[in-house]
């Protein structure tokens, strides 16, 4: 039992010597490794706080925007709107904004334009909203069915905006005169399984049309 503990001290302190000689050799690189570990959680904490108090405001100011133009006055809301969307470009307050900008020029007649706005967030979106975008475009534009369909033809198929893309798709197609063609869209919308809603709008479109 003796000569077990004597080997035991022996290692302990062999041990505790290589701790030591790790220590000296390495202790800048472990010091300065811990520094930048705490400076970038600071950092990130910071960053992190900062983009909560960033969507806050911005928030804040389309809501704000949105309710002074339910009221006589739509001229300083529009301006916010506008100033929202060059200040935050994709920001999802921003697209939003493009969004309500795009109602309000298509409520003046001015369609061509609110298309293009439409389209200016389909460029900076993510799916879905990408895919809304577009088919709204489409939708101000309807009187010009060759432009909306060429549209609409960018919305891909897995998307959850593709049945209704096809059912106004099949609307443009039967106002050109091919009934056949609108009713081949309408069929292919219902083989997509959309909600309910649209699934018998779909459904009545093609028996009315004896499909």
């Known amino acids: 039992m003796e000569v077990q503990g004597i080997f035991e001290e022996v ?39 900062h983009l909560k108090k960033r969507d806050q405001e911005v928030a804040q100011r389309y809501l704000t925007a949105l309710d002074s133009m339910t009221l006589a006055e739509a001229g300083p809301g529009r301006k916010e709107l506008t100033s929202l969307a060059s200040e935050y470009g994709d920001h999802g307050y921003a697209l939003l904004a493009r969004f309500a900008e795009a109602r309000l020029l298509a409520r003046e007649g001015k369609s061509d334009e609110a298309a293009l706005m439409l389209e200016e967030v389909a460029a900076m979106a993510q799916p879905p909203l990408k895919n809304l975008a577009i088919m709204q475009a489409a939708f101000v534009i309807a009187d010009d069915p060759k432009r909306a369909l060429r549209r609409l033809e960018n919305i891909p198929r897995e998307s959850v905006f593709k049945p209704h893309a096809l059912e106004l798709a099949g609307v443009l197609t039967a ?36 499909g």
């Open 175 to 210: 106002a050109q005169g091919d009934a056949q063609g609108a009713l081949v869209l309408y069929k292919d919308a219902l083989t997509l399984k959309p909600e309910s809603g649209l699934r018998k709008r779909l459904e009545r479109r093609v028996q009315r049309m004896g």
């Open 11 to 49: 290692d302990e302190q062999l041990e505790a010597e290589n701790v030591a000689r790790f220590w000296i050799k390495y202790h800048n690189w472990i010091i300065g490794g811990l520094v930048a570990l705490f400076v970038g959680l600071f950092a990130y904490v910071g960053w992190m706080d």
